[in-house]
């Protein structure tokens, strides 16, 4: 039989799972395509004699908001007796993520025979510590034990399903359709680049759902050339120095040298939260701003009592009270309003701090974080790409 995997990864965790598992499918006599999910990635029809297993990450107790955009790219009713299997990577507890992924699958036209979760350390280094070298060695011997099972299953072709309760099942599917919506977003807001940031740009071509862009600093960005002599040359770690060509000379360098504004990086919309980010810059200058948290929270508020007063003092007044679903309509608009605010603050963060940004003395504030010296995290042998 045929297998191909389709695999998502943020910090690499996943991209391990799924080599694994090809090396596994590979050593029994199968034919294994690889093939990493991008925002443009078009699946093709599968044969009645081919298994697709898609494998992701597990953000919010969820599938990426790009791995359900690949599901539903998959052509309906072109898929009938196929089979496939779903392969959820967590750092902490997959709850309803794979089965989320089952269901969208099972209505492409498969027959999802399969699912499990494989646990390995975790990346969250925007808001926690990654654990250290030897902890995070034993998450991931212990993740590369359910994917090897997995693969048994796989093989031995008996259906088998990852399950949790139906109350573990609601509120985890509510976190992570909320956090698609609008966390992934707000979360996005709260990175910045302070000033050791040499402008490289490594963070915006690794990025795996291009929502990095570089864009000019504020007024008093200085750019800091650490490990860089003052001539352009690098310093080695016995203190020799090589001298670069302008060929080969950092887009900072080449921005100062030619008086251009120095460019920083800047985190859009379509951001996945996948902290890759943020534990591949090298000199560990993407961080989580306390002042955009701020920021952001205050503004969330600030538009959620705007929307929710307006529509209590122009809207509710013109609907005739005792209406048969008034309370429903109510909760549910508000709701909806609640999420608009979210979005809007999101959506409003960067225009905010690049004009604050640009007040004298502003980005010194801006840039100060809490998680500058936590650990980074990326799989081992990872490189991306």
Same mark, same amino acid.
Request: charged fraction near 20%; include cysteine.
């Given at each position: ?6 695999? $998502? ?6 991209? *391990? ?7 596994? %499918? ?29 494998? $992701? ?14 599901? =539903? ?29 089952? =269901?969208?699958?099972?209505? *492409? ?7 499990? =979760? ?19 060695? /034993?998450?991931?011997?212990? @993740?590369? =034990? /359910?994917?090897?099972? &997995? ?5 031995? #072709? ?17 976190? #992570? ?24 740009? %490594? ?9 990095? *862009? ?17 001539? @352009? ?22 921005? /100062? ?11 859009? @919309? ?5 902290? *890759? ?18 920021? #952001?929270?205050?503004?969330?508020? +600030? ?25 429903? $309509?109510? $909760? ?19 225009? &905010? ?7 004298? #003395? ?7 974080? +809490?998680?500058?010296? +936590? ?6 042998? &990872?490189?991306?790409?």
């Amino acid at each position: 039989m045929k297998y191909t995997i389709y695999y $998502f990864t943020g910090t690499g965790n996943t991209e *391990r799972a799924a080599g694994l598992l090809r090396a596994q %499918l590979e050593e029994a006599g199968h034919t294994v395509g690889l093939q990493r999910i991008g925002p443009d990635t078009i699946p093709p029809s599968t044969a009645a004699d081919e298994c697709m297993v898609i494998a $992701f990450p597990v953000y919010s107790w969820a599938p990426p908001k790009i791995v359900k955009q690949f599901i =539903r790219r998959i052509p309906r009713g072109r898929n009938r007796g196929s089979t496939a299997a779903v392969l959820a990577v967590d750092g902490g507890g997959g709850y309803q993520a794979a089965a989320h992924a089952c =269901r969208m699958v099972s209505r *492409r036209g498969y027959r999802v025979f399969l699912s499990a =979760r494989a646990g390995y350390a975790d990346n969250w280094r925007q808001m926690m510590n990654p654990p250290d070298e030897e902890n995070a060695a /034993a998450l991931n011997t212990e @993740g590369d =034990r /359910a994917v090897q099972a &997995f693969a048994r299953s796989l093989l031995g #072709g008996e259906p088998s399903h990852y399950r949790i309760s139906r109350i573990n099942t609601v509120w985890s599917w509510s976190i #992570g359709l909320l956090f698609a919506a609008v966390g992934r977003r707000v979360l996005a807001a709260f990175f910045i680049a302070d000033e050791s940031c040499t402008s490289c740009g %490594l963070c915006q071509r690794t990025c795996p759902v291009q929502a990095i *862009r570089m864009v000019p600093a504020g007024s008093d960005a200085v750019i800091e050339t650490a490990g860089m002599g003052t001539d @352009g040359a690098d310093t080695a770690a016995d203190g020799k120095t090589r001298k670069r060509n302008a060929a080969e000379k950092k887009p900072a360098e080449k921005n /100062a040298a030619a008086g251009s504004p120095r460019l920083l990086p800047e985190w859009g @919309g379509s951001c996945e939260s996948c902290n *890759r980010c943020i534990n591949i810059c090298p000199v560990q200058a993407v961080n989580t701003s306390i002042f955009r948290m701020v920021a #952001g929270v205050v503004m969330i508020a +600030f538009f959620i009592l705007l929307l929710l007063r307006t529509f209590n003092a122009a809207v509710l007044p013109m609907i005739p009270p005792g209406l048969p679903g008034l309370s429903l $309509f109510v $909760f549910l608009t508000k709701a909806v309003l609640i999420l608009a605010a979210h979005h809007s603050a999101a959506v409003l963060m960067n225009p &905010f701090c690049r004009a604050v940004g640009k007040i004298p #003395g502003m980005r010194k504030i801006m840039v100060k974080s +809490f998680n500058k010296n +936590f650990r980074q995290y990326l799989a081992p042998g &990872f490189r991306p790409r």
